[in-house]
């Protein structure tokens, strides 16, 4: 007979940055996630189509990516330095150098495509994306440790509230 194991439930990790008890870092987090990865897609159209227009939309790409990244960034920061439970998670600290890295390099992908989008393409911010790409993939994944792993922004007691009154509903 299968023993099921009792897990024992995180205590909350409450964000400092957030509104209405929502954390503002996985809310606006999204956004530029998507645009940095979308860039990567636009650099391919151009290098398989030759097409200006696919160098002119990732200009705009990066340029959102980078910038919606660093505001992103300052409410994950803002958790990082005031709370104290995320302050003594290794993870967090990966997790936020990390994130520094990869938003320093989509700015310098940015700022390098400003002049000239088509010229600055290639190979420098083909290759930047990439790389950046690959530094969110890691960064997302230890975001979700911090979130599943640790309970940073995830009130536990309200989600236990809920669990137990949908079996109890279930049951009923």
């Known amino acids: 007979m299968a ?3 009792s897990r024992v439930r995180p205590e909350p990790v409450h964000s400092r940055a957030a509104i209405n008890g929502h954390p503002l870092h996985p809310m606006l987090i999204h956004f530029p996630v998507a645009a940095l990865l979308m860039l990567v897609g636009t650099d391919a159209a151009f290098v398989w189509t030759g097409d200006a227009f696919w160098a002119r939309a990732s200009l705009w790409l990066a340029g959102v990516g980078a910038l919606g990244g660093w505001v992103s ?3 994950g920061l803002i958790d990082l ?3 104290r439970q995320v302050r003594r998670l290794i ?3 990966i997790h936020s ?3 520094v890295m990869l938003l320093s390099l989509a700015s310098l992908n940015w700022l390098l495509r400003l002049d000239d989008p088509v010229e600055s393409l ?3 911010g083909l290759g930047i994306s990439l790389v950046t ?3 969110i993939s890691l960064a997302g994944y230890l975001g979700g440790q911090l979130v599943y792993e640790h309970a940073v922004g995830v009130d536990t007691d309200q989600a236990a509230r809920k669990h137990a009154q949908a079996k109890s509903t279930e049951a009923g």
Request: without cysteine.
């Open 3 to 5: 023993t099921r194991k």
């Open 73 to 75: 960034g300052v409410a």
């Open 81 to 83: 330095v005031t709370v």
């Open 91 to 93: 993870t967090a600290w």
């Open 97 to 99: 150098i990390i994130a």
């Open 122 to 124: 290639l190979p420098w």
């Open 133 to 135: 790409a690959g530094l």
